[in-house]
């Protein structure tokens, strides 16, 4: 069986958890015999031998990260690639990729097309068309998701709704996304099949030192980190984790929070530490490279990682702290949390509760021995094998009806 993977990112090139899930699946899927060409908006160097990967179009990484994403301000991307002016904006890289895959699809083989969220899909409603093959759209994040509960950019959902019905089967990352896809998209819940997550975190950490010597050397004289990594944006909810830090490092000022990963909100933020007078315990990260040992010293770091998502399709970074030792907190509104049970889960609006919980495990070294021994349980039996094995039924499936 031969798969035509529609994806926006792969690591060590990526800005989120979509690139690292899409690597660990195909790895997945080609050790179970799936034979995968997977095709990127961009050009670079990959050590990827388990699937061959192809650009759609030649340009650089910098250059798609340059158009920003959908909710980033015309000058965000322009400040952190500043570049060449004149680069092709995010729908314009997205019509570029649509069209230079349509074009693709001519000349190749394949069985069924598998396209990665809203900035593949027209991609993969032209390749669908053009090659009378069936299309699998695997929703990481919708742009219910992304704007925080509202109705997110009118094209970007209109695309989104156009794939999800022309699609054969759906694909999800937890019964959450299902429920929101369900509601919120009118698409039949029959076609839609969870497909969870999973993480692999490395094995091979530089165990000599951390990157974090400060923060090491605060825990010496009794201090805790509380952490969060990944994009500061609404969907996160990181306003939401400052006014439970301020009301945790009112009763325990030795407790630290640090959040790592780049993103619209970063300023915003930074002001409303300063605002609830808590900027000397916050310490904020810019982005970092998400395979690299920065990222992997930031969750080795953590006494407890909370994940404050308003909407959280899955988590990967909630599994990934618990692969390096942390106990973790996570919203009710998040996708992970249907995989563990074994951790505390707070409404990403109550804010009392939620440093009530955080309190609870930095005061707590039983308790948060405990909650990471029992979670780490559930990572470990969290495997791919399971997950690939529901999409390769799904392929014959899909393949078989369109027959």
Known sequence: MKVLMLGWELPPHHAGGMGIACYQMCKGLSAQGVDIEFILPYAANFDITFMKISPAHHQTVDEVRFAGGVYDSKDFGRKRFNTVVGRLDLSQQHDLYAHNVAKLVESKEFDVIHAHDWLTFKAAMLAKAVSGKPMIAHVHATQFDQSAGGSGNPEVREIEYAALMMADQVFTVSQHTKNVIVREYGVPADKIHVVHNSMEVGSDIDESYN?????????????????????????????????????????????????????????????????????????????????????????????????????????????????????????????????????????????????DMILSVCENEGLARSMWEESYIEYQSQSWKKSVSVMKHRYHHAIGAGL
């Open 211 to 355: 990157l974090h010597r400060y923060l090491e050397t605060m825990k010496t004289r009794g201090y805790k980190v509380v952490v969060n990594a990944g994009r500061k944006t609404i969907q996160k909810g990181l306003a939401h984790l400052l006014e439970s830090a301020a009301k945790v490092i009112q009763k325990n000022p030795k407790v630290l929070f640090l959040l790592a990963g780049g993103g619209e909100q970063h300023d915003e933020l930074t002001e409303l530490a300063a605002h609830y007078g808590i900027s000397e315990n916050v310490i904020f990260e810019g982005w970092m490279n998400g395979t690299g040992k920065p990222w992997r010293d930031t969750f080795r770091i953590a006494d407890v990682f909370v994940m404050p998502s308003v909407s959280e399709p899955f988590g990967l970074a909630a599994l990934e702290a618990i692969g390096y030792g942390a106990p973790v907190i996570v919203s009710k509104q998040s996708g992970v949390g249907e995989v563990l049970k074994n951790c505390f889960k707070v409404d990403f609006w109550d804010t009392n509760q939620m440093a």
